[in-house]
């Protein structure tokens, strides 16, 4: 196929039914751009010579030199089949795991994907991750088996062995995607139960059970992969060539007669050719038969393989040819590189564009048959029910499955990410080439040039006279003043163009209606309403009228619309339904993801699903200080321009960036220094995040003897060590069980705290639940505002299941009511740690009262326990969010406030300040959820007007409220920590989990290089067919840096590693630690100087942060004795 014009595909977008917006998943080198290659080559925008080897997706400089693509690229195709023509937006996703949020942007825009399976690495890990990202987004996926020849040319397998092969890579498969379908059908079966038995109370009389888990009902027929189905494809994009069955089973049904129909059922299966009979029949092999699919389709490509590249039998080869009626260039026949030859005869005989491109014409499903499962799931942002939601706004729903492109219908666009472009890249600014008329203009005005040149060399005397003349004229006055400002404007013109280097352009796809050059539409942010935007517009506004101040409601007008060619970008007037473009000029309106519409009607789409969590962090500086301006516009921009990265400025005032693994830090770093800032940096180690908890006394010590009461003992001791040095003892008393009893320097108020550690189940239960726990919150404050807040039943339900859940791990005695007691959550009044009120005689309103359960006590009480109340919170929030081991925040752990005894003189004359005093604390926690990005959008601030504060003189008087509130502040975080202190506290590290494909030999060097680096095995499994090894283990994220070149330099590139952030484990060992029993003394010495690790981990966060760390710079002093003799 001929180069396609931009015209052709521009007419191509207005039939949504011919089109077809799909991505290329898989996992790392399995062969994704080069297979794009081959589609892009299709279309003749690349030489099908250079497919593989130029891959034309992956434009930035460090893809080509890694050789793995770090950021989705979308290309427009045109594909002819039969008299249908198709437009194929094509997206390329990158498979290396600290990339996975490129993946999530591509898989949002598209209908349909392609998953490429490495036919001889099998289903690994990151394949399973798309497989589940295709899923969640509701895009039907078709399968592509690559790198077929490996199987032939470095496994040596047999046919027959590569079918079996290839019947075990289906199945790995067929197993993910099974699962999948098997935990929704289940969910949708538990809902269904639910409704059930709400029915059932309501209904008296007998009831029978159903017992079927309703997989049997669910129809699964277009789930699974098989070629029969025509949804697999068997390539190599390398070599060229791809089939699906269909092709197979027309050739063969013309030479042998056999209906096409039978072939398509009969070639993929235990089916074999009986010749004697003439019939296909089944049981190939029970009676030892060779199956059809490897009878007629692989021992054709493997004598193809066996003639061309192995034996190089020039004679075969012209058999084959003639055979197949394929002419090969006399270049291509004598090339000394067989598999030049290989190529052009399997492009010509089996294309791999033809089998793809027609595969995915037949199964992917067009704009105009996206599933209204998908529309609501998209338009269900949060936990609102999409039934829940105004009428205008479910009316919206027809307007996306029609995908209409008409004047009425409502513009929406979603775009999934926002992309850096050099402005010279553009194609405004870009040299267009010239036309016929220009040509000639241009040709005739140097023909003028020449003709008055030949004039003036034949009169040089008066030429001269006129130059001197027009000299002294510029210097009597104007001519001389434009020459300067010409100076002045070439001088400021480097420094424009340094300013606007980089252009952004938004990578979006139009869902409904026809977006036009300098369109006016809404930018919907994450936390709008629309009920709440209808109810403050007035009825039939459009965002080109004026617009009143909705919340994450603002307008925009589209700027450029780009047609996405791969490394290339085409201007467009206009974009109908269905398909996939760039926007320039929004970088003001939108940071990396938003939605656009011309209704306010629409509601924000939900977010994106990123699989990897960012957790390397770095502190970046310039070299020259003087160019910190630079640093922090590059960064702003950098944050746009990635999806996944995190820029933030941290207390002690340090630039950090947060990426997803080390390739991702060194990708952005690049970035940041050659693109955005275009200055030299400098950036710290990686910044390793800690947690810091507490556990329960442990049995054993470090010989596992059993421990006396030596634990107990020690912490009297630290106490009155601490005392000694200086700490003032009468206001601190620590109990030989734990309780901290802390009183405030002016006497006013005494508080007791025991620290306790959490179920592991608690805690992760409580750090799943963030966004459920802040919405509590913020429901809390709206109630204690007197304010009602809307929650939908489906967030009630969820809060209610979380409470059941508590209360079913939370059992025993030493938790007894412990859920209704529950004062407050911490860091950030959303964190996994908890403080309990177990104060005698305060019945305070539970955290629950959401549910319906609140607390009617007396206005006046109310107003000075809630006041008091927020201090203790205040003070809690900020123990928990630093810890006193290294400033890290606190995980797991339980306060318990025994005792709260207040003095009455603290507060009786000034009541008026205390209420002042508390409406700023709520508007500070206020704020504080604000800044956290809610779950509910709230429409305004705590307002603190006249009639909420009475200001009297006395109130500013030297012992008022004010500094009372703060010192029980002080108390309590001091409290707090002491009580942490008095148990046993413990690091915990991030951990990763490590997936390690590696060959048998190099088995032992993987193991080695783990054990070095903390890192422990789960399991290891060898896969069926290969001599590869799946290891799985999990490794410190402390320890991880360098980790994946290390492995490869000792393995000499036969294994690599996968690092996916996964949970926060307990390190075992104590950090202040020192032999105390006579077992302890034989076996670690007297100073016990074996590195402790956890120490070192502890020591380097102190030293980083500026803390205190107690270490011996030298000890034991002498002098050093030398070599000379005489000295």
């Not at 898989?26 to 250079?50: E, F, M, P, Q, Y």
């Not at 039978?262 to 009979?277: C, E, I, M, P, S």
């Amino acid at each position: 196929m001929g180069h396609t014009s931009v015209d052709k595909i521009i007419a191509l977008q207005k039939s949504p039914a011919n089109t077809r917006n799909l991505c290329i998943l898989a996992h790392v080198d399995h062969g994704k751009t080069t297979l794009a290659d081959c589609l892009v080559a299709s279309n003749g925008i690349i030489s099908s010579r250079l497919a593989g080897k130029l891959r034309y997706l992956d434009s930035r400089e460090d893809e080509q030199i890694r050789g793995i693509t770090m950021k989705s690229s979308a290309i427009s195709l045109h594909y002819k089949k039969g008299d249908q023509e198709y437009l194929l937006n094509l997206i390329d996703s990158p498979g290396h795991v600290d990339f996975s949020s490129e993946v999530s942007t591509a898989v949002r825009l598209c209908d349909g994907a392609i998953v490429v399976v490495d036919a001889v690495e099998g289903l690994c890990p990151q394949t399973q991750v798309v497989l589940r990202q295709a899923w969640l987004e509701n895009i039907r996926p078709v399968l592509v088996i690559n790198k077929i020849d490996r199987l032939i040319m470095e496994l040596k397998l047999t046919s027959q062995e590569a079918y079996s092969h290839l019947q075990k890579i289906l199945e790995q498969v067929n197993a993910v995607t099974g699962a999948l379908f098997t935990s929704r059908v289940l969910e949708e079966r538990a809902e269904k139960e639910k409704e059930e038995e709400i029915e059932k109370e309501m209904l008296s009389g007998d009831q029978l059970y159903d017992w079927s888990a309703g997989l049997e009902e669910a129809d699964d027929s277009l789930l699974y992969f098989s070629p029969d189905q025509g949804n697999v494809v068997f390539a190599s994009a390398i070599d060229g060539w791809g089939f699906s069955i269909q092709q197979f089973a027309e050739i063969y049904s013309q030479k042998m007669g056999i209906k096409a129909e039978v072939l398509l059922r009969t070639l993929w299966g235990d089916f074999y050719l009986n010749a004697k009979a003439k019939k296909i029949m089944k049981g190939a092999q029970a009676k030892g038969k060779k199956p059809l699919f490897v009878q007629l389709v692989l021992d054709n490509i493997w004598s193809l393989y066996d003639a061309v590249v192995t034996r190089r039998d020039k004679e075969k080869v012209e058999k084959v040819m003639t055979s197949l009626g394929i002419k090969v260039l006399a270049r291509d026949s004598r090339h000394s590189d067989p598999k030049v030859l290989l190529s052009a005869i399997c492009a010509q005989w089996l294309p791999v564009s033809q089998a793809v491109l027609s595969m995915v014409c037949e199964k992917l499903p067009s704009p105009l048959d996206m599933v209204s499962e998908r529309v609501e799931k998209l338009m269900s942002v949060g936990v609102r029910l999409f039934d829940l939601m105004p009428k205008q706004t479910q009316e919206l729903k027809r307007a996306f499955l029609q995908c209409s492109s008409a004047e009425n219908a409502p513009v929406i666009i979603f775009v999934s990410k926002m992309f850096a472009v050099n402005t010279k890249a553009l194609p405004q600014n870009k040299q267009r080439p010239l036309t016929q008329e220009e040509i000639a203009q241009r040709r005739e005005i140097a023909r003028q040039r020449h003709a008055e040149r030949m004039v003036t060399d034949q009169t040089p005397t008066e030429s001269h006279k006129e130059h001197t003349h027009s000299q002294t004229k510029s210097q009597e006055g104007k001519p001389s003043g434009l020459s300067t400002a010409k100076m002045t404007m070439q001088d400021s013109k480097p420094e424009e163009e340094d300013e606007q280097k980089e252009a952004f352009v938004a990578f979006a796809r139009v869902y409904s209606g026809t977006v036009r050059k300098g369109q006016k539409v809404f930018v919907l942010g994450p936390k709008y309403d629309p009920a709440q935007g209808l109810s403050m517009l007035p009825e039939g506004c459009t965002a080109s009228d004026c617009v009143l101040q909705v919340p994450h409601l603002s307008c925009c007008s589209v700027g450029s619309l780009y047609l996405l060619m791969g490394r290339e970008l085409e201007e467009l007037e206009e974009v109908p339904a269905g398909n996939v473009l760039g926007i320039g000029g929004l970088e003001e309106y939108i940071l990396k993801s938003a939605t656009l519409s011309s209704s306010p009607a629409c509601p924000p789409f939900t977010p994106l699903n990123f699989e990897a969590t960012p957790i390397v962090r770095v502190a970046i500086e310039p070299k020259h200080p003087s160019e910190m301006p630079q640093l922090v516009r590059g960064m702003r921009l950098l944050n746009q321009a990635d999806p996944c990265a995190e820029v933030l400025i941290q207390e002690t005032g340090e630039h950090v960036l947060v990426t997803a693994g080390e390739v991702h830090l060194q990708r952005c770093l690049d970035d940041l220094r050659d693109r955005f800032a275009r200055i030299e940096i400098s950036s710290s180690k990686p910044i390793i995040p800690f947690r810091e908890t507490v556990i329960r006394p442990p049995k054993l010590d470090m010989v596992n003897e059993e421990l006396g009461k030596q634990q107990k003992i020690a912490i009297i001791h630290q106490v009155k060590d601490d005392a000694s040095q200086g700490r003032s003892s009468t206001t601190l008393h620590v109990d030989t069980s734990g309780l901290v009893t802390l009183t405030t320097p002016n006497r006013l108020a005494t508080v007791s705290i025991r620290a306790i550690p959490l179920p592991d189940e608690v805690t992760c239960l409580l750090e799943s639940s963030t966004e459920l726990i802040r919405t509590v919150e913020q429901v809390n404050i709206s109630l204690r505002e007197g304010r009602s807040m809307d929650v939908s039943p489906r967030t009630l339900e969820a809060i209610a299941g979380l409470k059941a859940q508590l209360e079913s791990i939370l059992q025993g005695r030493k938790w007894r009511n412990a859920v209704e007691r529950i004062w407050s959550f911490g860091p950030r009044r959303y964190g996994p740690n908890i403080l309990l009120n177990n104060v005698e005689d305060y019945n305070r309103p539970s955290v629950w009262q959401c549910l319906g359960k609140g607390a009617d006590d007396d206005i006046g009480q109310r107003v000075v326990i809630r006041d008091f109340d927020n201090s203790i919170i205040s003070g809690f929030q900020l123990a928990t969010l630093s810890g006193p081991m290294c400033e890290e925040p606190l995980m797991g752990v339980c306060f318990s406030v025994e005792r709260w005894d207040i003095q009455s003189s603290a507060f009786p004359q000034h009541q008026d300040s205390l209420e002042e005093d508390s409406i700023f604390h709520e508007a500070l926690a206020d704020n504080k959820l604000k800044g956290s990005g809610e779950t509910f959008a709230r429409s305004e601030g705590t307002s603190v007007g006249p009639s909420q504060v009475r200001c009297r003189p006395e109130a500013a008087s030297t012992d008022c409220y004010g500094p009372v509130s703060g010192q029980l502040i002080a108390a309590m975080k001091e409290a707090c920590r002491h009580a942490f202190q008095a148990q046993p506290q413990r690091l915990m590290a991030a951990m990763y989990t490590c997936e390690i494909m590696a060959t048998a030999e190099v088995l032992g060097r993987v193991y080695g290089v783990l054990g070095k680096r903390e890192g422990r095995v789960l399991h290891e499994q060898m896969k069926e067919g290969t001599d590869m090894f799946i290891i799985k283990a999990v490794l410190p994220v402390a320890e991880s840096f360098g980790f994946a070149d290390e492995i490869r330099k000792r393995t000499s590139g036969l294994a690599s590693p996968q690092l996916v952030f996964s949970h926060w484990e307990v390190i075992a060992s104590d950090p202040y630690w020192v032999p105390t029993t006579e077992e302890e003394y034989l076996h670690f010495g007297e100073k016990a100087d074996s590195a402790n690790q956890v120490l070192k981990y502890m020591n380097a966060v102190r030293r980083r942060k500026g803390l205190y760390v107690e270490e011996k710079i030298v000890e034991h002093a002498e002098k050093q004795r030398t070599l000379g003799k005489n000295k």
